[in-house]
């Protein structure tokens, strides 16, 4: 079996404009499911677009990072989220309990 040495390959080094800061936060919601069980796809969007929007305008955008996905295998009380490091899960994440959380994370 071929080895593969790493020694061969050069460090990549981003530009400039693709570096990211190091985020204290990722947020995971559950919204854009290929088949909603959880919650209508309507509702997931509806709660995504509101996180995405929210994120900006209260400039958080530099520390928490966020990923829409297409199902976190939870499904039921949709739509799922689950905030890392800590792995805190919240459910029914409408866009008034998404302000509520978002709030939390601004506040400490």
């Known amino acids: ?5 790493l020694k061969n390959y050069s460090k990549y080094e981003p530009h400039e404009s693709h570096r990211l800061t190091i985020c204290e936060k990722h947020i995971f919601l559950c919204s854009d499911q290929t088949k909603p069980k959880c919650c209508t796809h ?5 709660s995504w677009n509101y996180l995405k929007r929210r994120v900006l305008e209260l400039g ?5 990072r966020r ?4 199902c976190l295998q939870v499904c039921k ?8 490091p800590e792995g805190v899960w919240h459910e029914n994440c409408t866009p ?11 506040s400490g």
């Open 1 to 5: 079996m071929h080895e593969m040495s």
């Open 42 to 46: 309507e509702e997931g969007m509806e």
């Open 60 to 64: 958080l955008s530099e520390t928490v």
């Open 67 to 70: 990923t829409k996905a297409n």
């Open 77 to 84: 009380n949709g739509p799922m989220m689950v905030i890392y």
């Open 96 to 106: 008034e309990k998404i302000e509520n959380i978002l709030n939390e994370l601004v």
